[in-house]
């Protein structure tokens, strides 16, 4: 009987134990976009979001979003990065070379992040294929291409 209760106990901890994610809402979106995603390997925003933002975009869009990564301080990204950085309005040059960035290829790009932010991206790379506004939550720091 005492093994019984340690075996029902037993389950119960391992049932409370078990990893409840909810399912992320796969997305095909109508034409297939490019993430260029530039950071910096020291910089902890950079890791983050490569540990966070990425698996989550990956697994909401599938293959209908590429992303490419950056390490900044690799000289061979220079070029990627400054055909970026002269398609977008206004940039803000005291941000260059800062990181993390994140460029919806031919839509915006946007400077930062912050933890938790995912689906206000989902919801931003939607809305730029469809040609909708961008949303006000993930408007700082975000330049639009010309």
């Known amino acids: 009987m005492k093994k019984k209760i340690?075996?029902?106990?037993?389950?119960?901890?391992?049932?409370g134990c078990q990893n409840d994610r909810t399912s992320i809402e796969k997305i095909t979106l109508s034409k297939p976009?490019?993430?260029l995603y530039f950071y910096i390997e020291t910089c902890s925003e950079c890791q983050a979001f490569k540990e966070t933002a990425i698996p989550y975009l990956e697994e909401t869009f599938g293959d209908s979003l590429t992303i490419q990564q950056y390490d900044l301080d690799d000289d061979s990204t220079q070029a990627v990065y400054e055909d970026?950085?002269?398609k977008l309005d206004q940039f803000d040059q005291s941000l260059y070379g800062m990181?993390?960035?994140?460029?919806?290829e031919g839509y915006y790009a946007k400077v930062g992040y912050t933890s938790g932010d995912e689906e206000y991206i989902v919801q931003d790379i939607q809305n730029a294929v469809?040609?909708?506004t961008l949303s006000d939550e993930l408007s700082?720091?975000?330049f639009t291409y010309q």
């Open 130 to 132: 469809e040609q909708k």
């Open 140 to 142: 700082g720091l975000r």
């Open 6 to 15: 340690l075996f029902i106990l037993s389950m119960m901890l391992l049932w």
């Open 99 to 104: 990181g993390p960035m994140y460029a919806i």
């Open 84 to 86: 970026v950085i002269v």
């Open 33 to 35: 976009v490019t993430m």
